[in-house]
């Protein structure tokens, strides 16, 4: 783990929505927590020797983070349809500071744990990216497991990224959190680049299965009005992914 993550290791919940922290507008003066993602191409028949790891291991070291108080929970979260970026470590935290601080600490417990060197990303994936983003207000989520099983993105190049966040706080969020009280989502949410990520706004819908997700969507995108924000106003090209998540980091109670 320590030499697979690089400079990072990363991550909204995710818990990733909300992650322990209060949920604040962007503009207030207690900020929302951040999420750090390490993505990685990985030959896809190693997969399952990666997210092994990660349950044998990485998820003690991150927890070793949590126990920190630097993150406040962490995992990974892998391609399953359109996307070749297919294994991506995640973190959340209160700022960059503590995201860094916490993957010191993680790389540190995992490599005591593992004094052969344990497994290095480099033998299995050919190229790394990591970035930085802020995590917008989430839906209110009883999914107390961590996020997940199953993740719908949306991901857009924006140029005015302040009023996607306006729009999804006044339009969009309050319809997500329909679709989740019906049930057909976990949770959904948003968060947007602060650093190194040209997909810069970046909208996650997560449910117990694809199925769940598309019918919750049908449900979402059929609640809106002529009022609804059109984002393509800001927002040029556009890519959609699923994900499925592994076991999640979130302290002594796991």
Partial sequence: MLRRLMMFAVAAAFMWPG??????????EAPLPMLMISSWKCDFGDVGAIGADWEAGG????????????????????HDWADEWNVNF???????????EGQDVSNAAYEAANPDGGLNLWDHCSEHKDGFYQLAKSTDSTNESGPGPEMGMSSWKCTDVGAVWEGWNTYMLPRAQAVVDAG???????????????????????????????????AYVGSFGDDAPDITKYCTEHKDGFYSFSTTAMGAGD
Avoid: R
């Fill in 59 to 78: 998820v003690a070291a991150a927890n070793a983070a949590i126990a920190a108080g630097h993150w406040a929970s962490a995992g990974v979260f892998y």
């Fill in 19 to 28: 992650a322990g922290f209060a949920q604040e507008e962007m503009a207030e």
């Fill in 90 to 100: 995640w973190a959340v935290g209160e700022n960059e500071a503590h995201l860094i």
């Fill in 184 to 218: 057909s989502w976990n949770d959904a949410g948003m968060f947007v680049h602060a650093w190194a990520g040209e997909w810069n706004v970046n909208f996650y819908y997560m449910g117990d299965d694809i199925p769940a997700i598309l019918e919750g969507w049908d």
